[in-house]
């Protein structure tokens, strides 16, 4: 029997009729949530990404600002205005669109966002927090795949996990959400000598590695729930994820596709993270 398909978009539709309504709430309070995005320089995908993100906060009733800078903004231009954004009392969430030019420090400007306005969840204190067990703003694409587990009543307590990549942005943060609900968790890297020994111990196995067709259906093991966080291009340009949906649908007893899987939900937990902010900053 094939796996159940979870379906990133119908549970990012259903995620934003509520969060639609956590909005609305706020804006009855005169806290209308607000999310500046910055995009340094004209790199075409990130152009989309932000464009999308805009129109995401519009739709719930959101307030974006979008910064478009030139690629020859100086380092010190961006921290001004990360600053002036922090100072904001509107501006409850802060964006900077990676990648940046190269003659910019990322990582001093991810720094430079307030925490508690940092909704991708990039910067240092949230990454703390998160391995505390404390999550302030968890990182959008990992807090998605949570959201899609928990939408199929998925359990995690006493599963073993396994994540394909280790990047700071989704499979360290993913690692940590899934040991934070008491999984076994395993991280597989580039390096690691026999992926497949890992993948088939998985009841759980997130992949986030960009390589295409790199989980083909001999490394899952029956029943397991797999999820697909690649966004590949092909030679023809389509989006293809980094497991073999057609064959591995066959023996999991869960798959997330590509596109239409955690894609549509990363966005979605920004905008959550965005309100969260909101609700914060209220509070105070
Ligand atoms: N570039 C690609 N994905 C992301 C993301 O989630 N956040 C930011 N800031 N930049 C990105």
Redesign the pocket.
């Known amino acids: 029997m094939p796996a159940i398909l979870i379906d990133g978009n119908a549970i990012a539709r259903s995620e934003r009729v509520l969060l639609k309504q956590r909005a609305g709430a706020l804006v009855a309070r005169g806290v209308t949530p607000g999310l500046a995005v910055i995009l340094v320089g004209e790199d075409p995908a990130?152009q989309i990404?932000v464009r999308n993100k805009a129109r995401a906060c519009a739709e719930l009733g959101l307030r974006s600002e979008v910064l478009t800078l030139p690629a020859t903004t100086t380092q010190q231009t961006l921290l001004e205005q990360i600053a002036r954004l922090n100072a904001d009392h509107a501006t409850h969430g802060i964006?900077?669109?990676?990648?940046l030019p190269k003659h910019i420090d990322a990582a001093a400007v991810v720094e430079a966002i307030a925490a508690e306005k940092d909704v991708?969840g990039?910067g240092l204190h949230n990454l703390g927090a998160l391995v505390a067990g404390r999550a302030l703003f968890p990182p959008?694409?990992p807090f998605g795949v949570m959201r899609m587990l928990e939408h199929h009543s998925i359990a995690l307590a006493g599963k073993d996990a396994v994540v394909v990549g280790r990047s700071n942005?989704v499979g360290k943060p993913m690692a940590l959400m899934l040991l934070a609900k008491d999984a076994t968790v395993s991280i597989c890297t580039s390096k690691t000598t026999n992926l497949a020994q890992h993948t088939l111990l998985a009841d759980v196995l997130v992949v986030a590695a960009g390589k295409p067709k790199l989980v083909s259906a001999a490394m899952v093991k029956p029943g397991a729930v797999v999820i697909d966080v690649g966004t590949n291009r092909g030679a023809d340009g389509r989006l293809v994820g980094d497991v073999d949906f057609e064959a591995v649908r066959e023996v999991a007893g869960y798959i997330s596709p590509v596109p239409g899987g955690v894609g549509p939900m990363?966005i979605t937990m920004l905008l959550a993270n965005t309100i969260e902010a909101a609700q914060r900053a209220a509070a105070r």
């Open positions: 990130s990404y964006l900077v669109q990676l990648p991708d990039f959008c694409t942005i990363t």
